[in-house]
């Protein structure tokens, strides 16, 4: 048996709204979706995002391994994804890494090895 990929579910109170935000500042296009869910893309990457209840907005959250981080964080500062004053972080653990909040404060973490940053 062999993993091949995951979709991290991401729940939302305003459906419109997360859409807005994955698509205009973080550049995912929609695959599909429809009612109260959508599926978003972006190189091999997807995400699923769902409305979701007040309690639960908010909860989720991914890691995303990238080529380019430092690219990526300079086209999410100029989105405005990235708010000013933040940076790349170099861990203890040997990655570079940068977070973004959706607007319910959803949290993905993109990454890369330090030395490919």
Same mark, same amino acid.
């Given at each position: 048996?062999?993993? $091949?990929? !995951? @979709? ?9 709204? /997360? ?5 205009? *500042?973080?550049?995912? $296009?929609?695959? #599909?979706?429809?009612?109260?869910? !959508? @599926?978003?893309?972006?190189? !091999? ?6 409305? /979701? &209840?007040? *309690?639960? /907005?908010?909860?989720?959250? %991914? #890691? ?12 999410? *500062?100029?989105? &405005? /994804? @990235? ?23 959803? %949290?993905?973490?993109?990454? !890369?090895?330090?030395?490919? *940053?």
């Amino acid at each position: 048996m062999t993993f $091949r990929s !995951a @979709v991290p579910g991401i729940p939302v109170s305003d459906l419109a709204k /997360a859409l807005d935000f994955y698509e205009h *500042r973080l550049g995912f $296009r929609r695959l #599909r979706g429809g009612g109260d869910s !959508a @599926v978003l893309a972006r190189s !091999a990457i997807e995400l699923r995002i769902s409305l /979701a &209840e007040p *309690r639960v /907005a908010g909860t989720g959250g %991914c #890691r995303v391994h990238v080529d380019g981080l430092a690219a990526l964080f300079d086209e999410y *500062r100029a989105s &405005e /994804a @990235v708010p000013a004053g933040e940076s790349i972080v170099d861990q203890p653990w040997g990655r570079s890494e940068f977070t973004v909040f959706d607007p319910d404060r959803n %949290c993905i973490t993109f990454g !890369a090895p330090t030395a490919d *940053r």
